[in-house]
C-alpha cells in the first residue's frame, strides 16, 4: 500500500493521507539553522547543534506520536457561537487531528508544503529556510471558498526549548524557574539565560497584527490539556501570558474576516539571533534584549515578496547543486533517487552525521568521525569546498598517535568520548575522505595545509602527516595474527570484543574490560589495504617514492596476512575475539558469515584474481541475500554471548544481529561491479531502494524516498520492515555504488572514469556530469553483449576508460561509450 506518490517533474514526493506509519520527515536548512518537519508539521529546530541550541522543544517516543512542532490552528468564531462541532481544526492535521476534507503534504528539497481544507477554508503552509538566514519561514495562504464571509482566528505555536535540549529534559528543579520571554510589537522573543552567559535569543514573529499572544504554555493549553485542545483556542480568547519559569511558548491569535472567494497570506518567522557580548542590551544598564538586528530581518522577510523570491533562490540552488551529476536510465527507480533523492539525502548526511533525526534525539551522537567521512564520500561532488572545510574539521580532532574521538560537536567542533572512544576502524576512514576529495578536485595543496592535533595549538603538521598518522595508527596495533586490534569496535559498533558485560544498563560503547591484545579485525584489515592503496597513489603524485614503497610493502603484507588468517574457506573470516576463536566462520555455532567483510576485502582488490572474490560474494548471495536486501550476518545470534557484546544483544533480525544494515549492501554491489556482474549489483540495488519498496509502504513503514539504516532481517518477528529512515551511510555508499561503480561515472585522481556496468537488457544510458569545470555529456549504447567499451570524445576515439586531459578552452565535452562487442 502507497501513503502518496513521486512528483518527479516538482521534485517532491506528494503524500496524501496525514496518518503515515511512522511520521515521514523532511530536513529544513542548509547551513547553520536547520530543521527537522514532519508531513503533519512535527518537529523542531535548532542552530548548528542539535543538544546544544535547541530551539524548540520536540519529544521522542512519545503518545501520539511526533508531538511538537510548528502548529497552526484554525477557529471557525462563527461555528463556534451557534455551537457547532469541529469549529476549530489544524491544516497539518495535528495536532488536533481533526479529519480534513483534503490533505496533502509535498516534501521538496528543502522546503515543505502542507495542505489542508476543511469546511470550505483551504489553507496552503509553505515552510522553508531562505539561503544563509538563521530563520525560517511559514507562509500560509488561507482562502474562503464559502458563500458568506467567514469570521477566524488563527492561532501559532511552538514551544520553546531552554537551549541544552539535554538540560531541557533533566534538570527541571533549575528549568521550571528560568523561562524568560519578551514581547514587543506582536514579536515573541524567548530569552532563557540571556541575563547571563547567553548572548543569543530565539523569536517568533507575525506578518499580521495580532489580537492577543500566550508564552506561558499552561495559560494557552488550560491545565491538564494537550496541544490538541487548547483552552485558548477554545475559548477564542488570548491572555497575554508573560513566562517567568515554567514552560514559555510562542503563541500568537489572529483575528481575520475573509469574504468570499478572498484569500489572505499570513507569515511567520522562527529565527535565532546572536548578539555581539558588548550589544547585549539595548540599553547597557538595562536587562532588555537588543533586538535591532532581529527587527531588521523581519521588516524585510514579514513580507511576501521577499519570501516568495526567497524560496524560488532555494530551488535554483538546488537546481544547480543536482546539475552536477543527472543520468536518463531505462529504470525510473535509478532515475529519481539518482537525480534527487539519494543526493538530497546526502547532503543530510553530511549537515548532520547521525545526530539529529526522528530517529536520532539530537542529543547523543554529535558529528561522528566515521560516519562524517564516509558521508563526504557522496557528498564531495556537490560542494567540494564544503568538503574541504570538513576534511580539515575532522582531521583537526585528530590525536596525535593518529587515533580518533569517535565523535565532535558541531558547534564547538571538538572531540569528546562522552560516548565511546578506541574504534580501531575511525583514523583509516579520514583517508578515504581524502582521497574522495583529490578525485573530485585535484586540489594537491590541501595535503600540505597545516592542521592542528586534538585541536592543539602549537601542534599542528600537514595533513599529509596526518593521513600518515592514521596508517601508522593500524600498522602499531597488529596483533596475534597479524591482522589489526579490534579495539572498542570497528565499523561495526557492535562487535565489542573487549567488553565482557554482565550489568545491565551497562553501555557497550563505553566499557572496556579485556586488555585489547587479542582480538582482531579482518575488516579493518581490507579497509587499511584500501587507504594504503590511495596512500600508495597520493604519494606518487607526490613523487614520495619512500612512502610509495612503504604503503604498498604494508599493503601487500596485509594481505599475506588476511589470506594466511582471515579466509574461511569460502568467504572471509570477520575477526578473532579475546579468546583468540574465530568470529564469522564455519567453526562458530552462529554468526559464521559477515558481509562487512567480503565488501570490504574485494573493494580492497583481494581475490579478483584467483577466483575466491566470486567464491565469497556467492557466498553471500546463498547465505545473506534475502527478498529485503542483504543481512549482515548469518545464523543471527539467538542468545547473548558475553565475548561478543552489543550485536547480540539485539533480537534476531534486527539492527547488527542479522539485520539488513543497508549501509553495508552497496559494498556487495560494488564488489559484484569491480567483477563485472551489473545485473547481480542492480538486483540488490533494487531491494533496498526506498523507490522500489513504496509500494509496500506499509509494511516497510519509513520514507519512500530516502533510505534507511535498518530493514529486519529474515530472523526478524517483521521482516522488511524499516527504522532508522534519513541519517545513515546508506546515502553515500549506495549514491557510489549506483553512480561510480554501475553506472561507472568515477572521479580518479587523473581524470574521469567511465566503465559503466549495466545489464544486458539495457540499451543504454546519458549521464551529464561536471567535473573539474568540464560539462561530460555522456552517452552510453550497448551495441552488443557484453561490457566491452568503445569510447569516444567528440567523436575522437580514446584508448582505455579514462578521460584524462580535456582542452582547455573547452567546458563542455560529448562523450560516446558503446558497450558490448558486436558478434
Ligand atoms: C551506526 C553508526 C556507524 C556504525 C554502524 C554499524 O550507523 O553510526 O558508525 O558503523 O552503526 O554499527
Ligand atoms: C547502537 C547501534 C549502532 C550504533 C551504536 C553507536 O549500538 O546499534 O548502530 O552505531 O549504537 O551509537
Redesign the pocket.
Same mark, same amino acid.
Given at each position: 500500500m502507497k501513503f502518496g506518490y513521486f512528483d518527479d517533474q516538482n521534485r517532491e514526493y506528494v503524500i496524501q493521507q496525514p496518518n503515515t506509519p511512522l511520521p515521514w520527515i523532511n530536513f529544513l536548512g542548509n547551513e547553520k539553522y536547520f530543521g527537522i518537519i514532519s508531513n503533519t508539521a512535527g518537529g523542531y529546530s535548532f542552530y548548528q547543534d542539535a543538544r546544544l541550541r535547541r530551539i524548540t522543544r520536540y519529544r521522542y517516543n512519545n503518545a501520539p506520536l511526533d508531538v511538537g512542532g510548528r502548529y497552526l490552528y484554525i477557529r471557525d468564531n462563527k461555528a463556534a457561537s451557534l455551537g457547532q462541532e469541529d469549529y476549530y481544526w489544524s491544516p497539518s492535521w495535528q495536532p488536533v487531528r481533526k479529519d480534513l476534507d483534503q490533505y496533502q503534504c509535498r516534501h521538496g528539497l528543502g522546503y515543505t508544503t502542507i495542505l489542508g481544507k476543511k469546511n470550505d477554508l483551504i489553507c496552503e503552509g509553505s515552510y522553508f529556510v531562505p539561503l544563509n538566514q538563521d530563520f525560517e519561514v511559514w507562509r500560509f495562504t488561507l482562502k474562503n471558498q464559502r458563500k458568506q464571509p467567514a469570521d477566524l482566528s488563527l492561532y501559532s505555536a511552538v514551544e520553546f526549548c531552554l537551549w541544552d535540549a539535554a538540560d531541557d529534559q533533566n534538570n527541571f528543579q533549575r528549568n521550571l524557574s528560568i523561562g524568560e520571554v519578551e514581547v514587543e510589537d506582536g514579536v515573541i522573543y524567548h530569552k532563557t539565560e540571556y541575563r547571563e552567559r547567553r548572548n543569543h535569543y530565539s523569536y517568533l514573529a507575525c506578518s499580521v497584527p495580532i489580537k492577543g499572544f500566550e508564552t506561558q504554555r499552561e495559560a494557552f493549553l488550560g491545565p491538564y490539556r494537550g496541544w490538541e485542545n487548547p483552552l485558548a483556542v477554545e475559548k477564542g480568547t488570548t491572555e497575554n501570558s508573560l513566562a517567568h519559569g515554567w514552560q514559555p511558548i510562542g503563541a500568537h491569535h489572529i483575528r481575520l474576516t475573509l469574504q468570499p472567494g478572498e484569500s489572505q497570506e499570513v507569515i511567520f518567522i522562527l529565527g535565532y539571533q546572536e548578539n555581539s557580548r558588548k550589544k547585549k542590551f539595548s540599553d547597557p544598564e538595562s536587562q532588555i534584549l537588543n533586538k535591532s538586528e532581529a527587527k531588521s530581518k523581519l521588516k524585510m522577510y514579514l513580507n511576501s515578496d521577499y519570501v516568495v523570491n526567497a524560496l524560488s533562490e532555494l530551488k535554483e540552488y538546488w537546481d544547480d547543486l543536482l546539475g552536477v551529476y543527472q543520468v536518463n536510465t531505462p529504470d525510473p527507480h535509478i532515475d529519481r533517487m539518482v537525480n534527487l533523492w539519494n543526493q538530497y539525502q546526502v547532503m543530510a548526511t553530511f549537515n548532520f552525521s547521525?545526530s539529529a533525526s526522528y530517529f536520532e534525539s539530537g542529543i $547523543?551522537?554529535g558529528m $561522528?568521525f566515521r560516519d562524517s567521512n564516509q558521508d563526504l564520500l557522496g557528498f564531495v561532488h556537490l560542494i567540494p569546498e564544503r568538503a574541504r572545510e570538513r576534511i580539515l574539521d575532522l582531521a583537526g580532532t585528530q590525536k596525535e598517535d593518529g587515533s580518533a574521538y569517535h565523535q565532535y560537536s558541531p558547534l564547538t567542533k571538538r572531540g569528546n568520548d562522552a560516548? $565511546?572512544s578506541d574504534f580501531n576502524d575511525d583514523p583509516l576512514w579520514l583517508v578515504l575522505a581524502v582521497a574522495a576529495y583529490l578525485k573530485e578536485t585535484e586540489d594537491w595543496p590541501i595535503l600540505d595545509n597545516l592542521v592542528p592535533y586534538d585541536n592543539q595549538p602549537g601542534s599542528e603538521k600537514t595533513l599529509f602527516h596526518h593521513l600518515n598518522a592514521s596508517i601508522n595508527f593500524t600498522l602499531d596495533r597488529l596483533g596475534p595474527h597479524e591482522l589489526p586490534l579490534i579495539g572498542r569496535a570497528d565499523w561495526?559498533?557492535?562487535l565489542n570484543l573487549n567488553c565482557y558485560s554482565t550489568e545491565p544498563g551497562q553501555s #557497550? !560503547?563505553t566499557t572496556t574490560n579485556k586488555g585489547g591484545k587479542t582480538a582482531e579485525s579482518v575488516f579493518i584489515a581490507g579497509l587499511f589495504i584500501l587507504a594504503a592503496n590511495e596512500m600508495v597513489k597520493i604519494s606518487k603524485f607526490r613523487k614520495d617514492e619512500i612512502s610509495v614503497n612503504r604503503y604498498q610493502k604494508a599493503a601487500e603484507k596485509m594481505e599475506l596476512s588476511i589470506w594466511e588468517h582471515g579466509w574461511d574457506g569460502e568467504w572471509f573470516k570477520r575477526a578473532y575475539d579475546d579468546a583468540g576463536a574465530p568470529v564469522g566462520s564455519r567453526s562458530c555455532a552462529e554468526g559464521q558469515i559477515f558481509i562487512e567483510p567480503q565488501g570490504f576485502c574485494i573493494m580492497a582488490g583481494l581475490g579478483l584474481r584467483n577466483g575466491k572474490a566470486r567464491m565469497a560474494l556467492d557466498s553471500v548471495n546463498e547465505r545473506l541475500a534475502t527478498e529485503h536486501g542483504i543481512v549482515l550476518q548469518q545464523p543471527a545470534y539467538s542468545k547473548y554471548y558475553l565475548n561478543l557484546g *552489543?550485536i547480540t544483544s539485539?533480537p534476531p533480525g534486527y539492527? *547488527?544481529n542479522a539485520g539488513i #544494515?543497508c549501509h553495508t549492501n552497496p559494498w556487495i554491489m560494488i564488489a559484484e561491479a569491480m567483477l563485472g556482474e551489473g545485473k547481480k549489483a542492480l538486483d540488490y540495488y533494487h531491494l533496498i531502494n526506498p523507490s522500489v519498496r513504496e509500494e509496500f509502504s506499509d509494511l516497510h513503514k519509513c520514507e519512500p524516498y530516502v533510505y534507511a !539504516?535498518?530493514i529486519a532481517g529474515r530472523d526478524a518477528a517483521t521482516p522488511g520492515e524499516a527504522k532508522?529512515s534519513w541519517l545513515t551511510g546508506t546515502a553515500a555508499w549506495n549514491f557510489l555504488a549506483i553512480s561510480q561503480w554501475i553506472l561507472g561515472i568515477r572521479p580518479d585522481y587523473d581524470g574521469l572514469i567511465i566503465d559503466p556496468v549495466i545489464p544486458e537488457e539495457w540499451n543504454g544510458f546519458q549521464a551529464v556530469r561536471k567535473f573539474r569545470n568540464v560539462t561530460y555529456k555522456i552517452n552510453v549504447s550497448r551495441i552488443g553483449q557484453g561490457d566491452d567499451l568503445k569510447i569516444s570524445i567528440d567523436g575522437k576515439h580514446i584508448r582505455g576508460n579514462i578521460i584524462k586531459r580535456v582542452p582547455r578552452d573547452l567546458s563542455e565535452i560529448e562523450v560516446d561509450v558503446s558497450i558490448g562487442s558486436v558478434t
Amino acid at each position: 500500500m502507497k501513503f502518496g506518490y513521486f512528483d518527479d517533474q516538482n521534485r517532491e514526493y506528494v503524500i496524501q493521507q496525514p496518518n503515515t506509519p511512522l511520521p515521514w520527515i523532511n530536513f529544513l536548512g542548509n547551513e547553520k539553522y536547520f530543521g527537522i518537519i514532519s508531513n503533519t508539521a512535527g518537529g523542531y529546530s535548532f542552530y548548528q547543534d542539535a543538544r546544544l541550541r535547541r530551539i524548540t522543544r520536540y519529544r521522542y517516543n512519545n503518545a501520539p506520536l511526533d508531538v511538537g512542532g510548528r502548529y497552526l490552528y484554525i477557529r471557525d468564531n462563527k461555528a463556534a457561537s451557534l455551537g457547532q462541532e469541529d469549529y476549530y481544526w489544524s491544516p497539518s492535521w495535528q495536532p488536533v487531528r481533526k479529519d480534513l476534507d483534503q490533505y496533502q503534504c509535498r516534501h521538496g528539497l528543502g522546503y515543505t508544503t502542507i495542505l489542508g481544507k476543511k469546511n470550505d477554508l483551504i489553507c496552503e503552509g509553505s515552510y522553508f529556510v531562505p539561503l544563509n538566514q538563521d530563520f525560517e519561514v511559514w507562509r500560509f495562504t488561507l482562502k474562503n471558498q464559502r458563500k458568506q464571509p467567514a469570521d477566524l482566528s488563527l492561532y501559532s505555536a511552538v514551544e520553546f526549548c531552554l537551549w541544552d535540549a539535554a538540560d531541557d529534559q533533566n534538570n527541571f528543579q533549575r528549568n521550571l524557574s528560568i523561562g524568560e520571554v519578551e514581547v514587543e510589537d506582536g514579536v515573541i522573543y524567548h530569552k532563557t539565560e540571556y541575563r547571563e552567559r547567553r548572548n543569543h535569543y530565539s523569536y517568533l514573529a507575525c506578518s499580521v497584527p495580532i489580537k492577543g499572544f500566550e508564552t506561558q504554555r499552561e495559560a494557552f493549553l488550560g491545565p491538564y490539556r494537550g496541544w490538541e485542545n487548547p483552552l485558548a483556542v477554545e475559548k477564542g480568547t488570548t491572555e497575554n501570558s508573560l513566562a517567568h519559569g515554567w514552560q514559555p511558548i510562542g503563541a500568537h491569535h489572529i483575528r481575520l474576516t475573509l469574504q468570499p472567494g478572498e484569500s489572505q497570506e499570513v507569515i511567520f518567522i522562527l529565527g535565532y539571533q546572536e548578539n555581539s557580548r558588548k550589544k547585549k542590551f539595548s540599553d547597557p544598564e538595562s536587562q532588555i534584549l537588543n533586538k535591532s538586528e532581529a527587527k531588521s530581518k523581519l521588516k524585510m522577510y514579514l513580507n511576501s515578496d521577499y519570501v516568495v523570491n526567497a524560496l524560488s533562490e532555494l530551488k535554483e540552488y538546488w537546481d544547480d547543486l543536482l546539475g552536477v551529476y543527472q543520468v536518463n536510465t531505462p529504470d525510473p527507480h535509478i532515475d529519481r533517487m539518482v537525480n534527487l533523492w539519494n543526493q538530497y539525502q546526502v547532503m543530510a548526511t553530511f549537515n548532520f552525521s547521525r545526530s539529529a533525526s526522528y530517529f536520532e534525539s539530537g542529543i $547523543g551522537r554529535g558529528m $561522528g568521525f566515521r560516519d562524517s567521512n564516509q558521508d563526504l564520500l557522496g557528498f564531495v561532488h556537490l560542494i567540494p569546498e564544503r568538503a574541504r572545510e570538513r576534511i580539515l574539521d575532522l582531521a583537526g580532532t585528530q590525536k596525535e598517535d593518529g587515533s580518533a574521538y569517535h565523535q565532535y560537536s558541531p558547534l564547538t567542533k571538538r572531540g569528546n568520548d562522552a560516548v $565511546g572512544s578506541d574504534f580501531n576502524d575511525d583514523p583509516l576512514w579520514l583517508v578515504l575522505a581524502v582521497a574522495a576529495y583529490l578525485k573530485e578536485t585535484e586540489d594537491w595543496p590541501i595535503l600540505d595545509n597545516l592542521v592542528p592535533y586534538d585541536n592543539q595549538p602549537g601542534s599542528e603538521k600537514t595533513l599529509f602527516h596526518h593521513l600518515n598518522a592514521s596508517i601508522n595508527f593500524t600498522l602499531d596495533r597488529l596483533g596475534p595474527h597479524e591482522l589489526p586490534l579490534i579495539g572498542r569496535a570497528d565499523w561495526n559498533d557492535c562487535l565489542n570484543l573487549n567488553c565482557y558485560s554482565t550489568e545491565p544498563g551497562q553501555s #557497550f !560503547q563505553t566499557t572496556t574490560n579485556k586488555g585489547g591484545k587479542t582480538a582482531e579485525s579482518v575488516f579493518i584489515a581490507g579497509l587499511f589495504i584500501l587507504a594504503a592503496n590511495e596512500m600508495v597513489k597520493i604519494s606518487k603524485f607526490r613523487k614520495d617514492e619512500i612512502s610509495v614503497n612503504r604503503y604498498q610493502k604494508a599493503a601487500e603484507k596485509m594481505e599475506l596476512s588476511i589470506w594466511e588468517h582471515g579466509w574461511d574457506g569460502e568467504w572471509f573470516k570477520r575477526a578473532y575475539d579475546d579468546a583468540g576463536a574465530p568470529v564469522g566462520s564455519r567453526s562458530c555455532a552462529e554468526g559464521q558469515i559477515f558481509i562487512e567483510p567480503q565488501g570490504f576485502c574485494i573493494m580492497a582488490g583481494l581475490g579478483l584474481r584467483n577466483g575466491k572474490a566470486r567464491m565469497a560474494l556467492d557466498s553471500v548471495n546463498e547465505r545473506l541475500a534475502t527478498e529485503h536486501g542483504i543481512v549482515l550476518q548469518q545464523p543471527a545470534y539467538s542468545k547473548y554471548y558475553l565475548n561478543l557484546g *552489543e550485536i547480540t544483544s539485539y533480537p534476531p533480525g534486527y539492527k *547488527e544481529n542479522a539485520g539488513i #544494515f543497508c549501509h553495508t549492501n552497496p559494498w556487495i554491489m560494488i564488489a559484484e561491479a569491480m567483477l563485472g556482474e551489473g545485473k547481480k549489483a542492480l538486483d540488490y540495488y533494487h531491494l533496498i531502494n526506498p523507490s522500489v519498496r513504496e509500494e509496500f509502504s506499509d509494511l516497510h513503514k519509513c520514507e519512500p524516498y530516502v533510505y534507511a !539504516q535498518m530493514i529486519a532481517g529474515r530472523d526478524a518477528a517483521t521482516p522488511g520492515e524499516a527504522k532508522n529512515s534519513w541519517l545513515t551511510g546508506t546515502a553515500a555508499w549506495n549514491f557510489l555504488a549506483i553512480s561510480q561503480w554501475i553506472l561507472g561515472i568515477r572521479p580518479d585522481y587523473d581524470g574521469l572514469i567511465i566503465d559503466p556496468v549495466i545489464p544486458e537488457e539495457w540499451n543504454g544510458f546519458q549521464a551529464v556530469r561536471k567535473f573539474r569545470n568540464v560539462t561530460y555529456k555522456i552517452n552510453v549504447s550497448r551495441i552488443g553483449q557484453g561490457d566491452d567499451l568503445k569510447i569516444s570524445i567528440d567523436g575522437k576515439h580514446i584508448r582505455g576508460n579514462i578521460i584524462k586531459r580535456v582542452p582547455r578552452d573547452l567546458s563542455e565535452i560529448e562523450v560516446d561509450v558503446s558497450i558490448g562487442s558486436v558478434t
